[in-house]
């Protein structure tokens, strides 16, 4: 639903638990232009702690995977031939453009950010100063100044994704109405023959008497007396597992991956309470119980899905509105001096030290 940081949660535990790096040899000039955007200069200091601190995180999951050298590994470039560290990389100015572009239109959502937050912004960056080792600060280029910006724009654009996505989901509620998501339940079994895959591995297709004696069983099942009265009970005696499922005049067609065209079918063609016959599917067959023809909680459920799914476009559509008109410029060569060389470790909180960075 909405575009968040990666590292977001990483940065506030480092605030509770005293996170602690190891790193070596970061060589950037902090004070140089690495990107504008408006008459807004961005200062590659700041892009380049913004992009280690964002490796903090992918080498704490990934280092033990995949080798200290995935970052440039050719075994793990995409199809275009990026490495994992052109990805990454490009990924962290999205991010750092997207900050910029919802700071710019923080009034639109009356978002703010308040003296208090700014207190606890600079709080949060003293201790993440204070708690990690030099030799891990020079490596990210941390600076008090920068902390506190990566700490303002995580909190801002947390605002400002619940705010645009709030003012997505009112004006999706306003679109959809319940009398278009009605819902027909029902209860079923499905009895498998497709081919199967034996104990030695070998492919196994059941013979016309073994399908016959499936169908001839089911038959039996759907004709029971019992299965209108105690469909689940009478399917638990025949060794058989009970779903239920809705739908509605929405429902995909089984090409496109909604359920067996046949029983929906026969579904509609039942009243409330009624069993249906052994229903042919493919390489099985059905039996079904129609539990409801207008199942208020499905409708629901399915308006509540429907609102979601819209306003999850809506946010989207403002959030590329805002990309499409960005003039956001990126100087190459300073960013191409941001590299991933060395690697964090991070503390468990269990011992005082860790490890060295591996250059």
Known sequence: MKYRKLTAAL???????????????????????????????ISIGYMNFAAHYTQVTYDS????????????????????????????????????????LLEAHMEDYGVEITDEDMEAIQAAAEEFMSENSAKAIKEMGATQEYVETYLYYETLATRMDDAIYDDAEVQATEQLSIEDYSRRTFSYVVIDYSDYTDDDGETVSYTDEEVAAFQESAAAFAASAQAGEDFDTLADTYGYTVSTYSYGEDEDSEED??????VI??????????????????????????????????AQSALESAISELASDLYSEVIEGYQEDSDFEVDETQWAKVRFSSLFTIDDGEDDDVSASVE
Do not use: H, P
């Open 61 to 100: 999951l990934f280092v033990t995977y995949y080798g200290e050298d995935y970052w440039t590994n050719e075994s793990y470039m995409d199809d275009d031939g990026q490495t994992m560290e052109d990805t990454v990389k490009s990924y962290i100015l999205e991010e750092i453009e997207l900050d910029y």
């Open 11 to 41: 940065l506030a535990g480092a605030m509770a638990s005293s996170l602690a790096l190891s790193g070596c040899g970061n060589r950037i000039d902090q004070s140089a232009v690495g990107a504008t955007i408006g008459d807004q200069e």
């Open 265 to 298: 079918a026969a579904a509609d063609s039942m009243t409330e309470g009624q069993i249906s016959g052994v229903v042919e599917g493919t390489d099985c067959c059905y039996v079904i119980r129609l539990d409801s023809e207008d199942d208020a909680d499905a």
């Open 257 to 262: 991956g909604g359920f067996s065209d046949a």
